[in-house]
């Protein structure tokens, strides 16, 4: 939404002016097939030689956490965040706009569902379950994971060897 639409101001996008620095970028294989996560193949600019930008990054983390949350038992939001905040640590910042405009894009292909159920002690909240196309992601975020992970866990011993 734009401020010529609502008629309040308008949002500027912040961008690289003289002196800036380069965004951060995290090198990541390309996104699982399929995933509502958009890979550096949908980027034309702002993207480094063989890695994706944060944001995408973070994207993939709440991803990952949130389906491996809901195939332990299907949850509504405000569980959700709290148990992907727990899942993520201390990589990323998770703010809950993030986790609800995953599940938004979880639902709208088909990863995950949602119906609406009524609250212990308050209004309905929207519950949410994995289908089973999100499962094949899941598969394949923990591939990419693991290989990151790996290629970390390498990196740091060959640091660690070369501080002896």
Avoid at 23 to 31: E, Q, R, V
């Amino acid at each position: 939404m734009n401020g010529s639409e609502t008629g309040g101001p308008r949002r500027r996008r912040r961008g690289r002016g003289p002196g800036r620095a380069a965004p951060p970028y995290i090198d990541t294989p390309p996104p699982p097939v399929g995933s509502p996560c958009r890979g550096p193949e949908d980027h034309l600019s702002n993207v480094g030689p063989a890695g994706t930008r944060l944001s995408e990054y973070k994207r993939s983390l709440i991803e990952t956490a949130v389906l491996t949350t809901l195939l332990q038992e299907n949850s509504h939001g405000y569980a959700l965040i709290e148990r992907v905040q727990q899942l993520v640590g201390t990589q990323i910042y998770v703010d809950p706009g993030s986790v609800y405009r995953v599940l938004r894009m979880l639902e709208e292909a088909g990863m995950v569902s949602s119906t609406w159920e009524a609250g212990a002690a308050g209004p309905q909240r929207r519950t949410y379950a994995v289908e089973p196309p999100g499962r094949d992601l899941l598969d394949s975020w923990a591939d990419a994971l693991e290989t990151n992970g790996n290629a970390l866990l390498k990196l740091s011993r060959l640091a660690r060897e070369q501080l002896e």
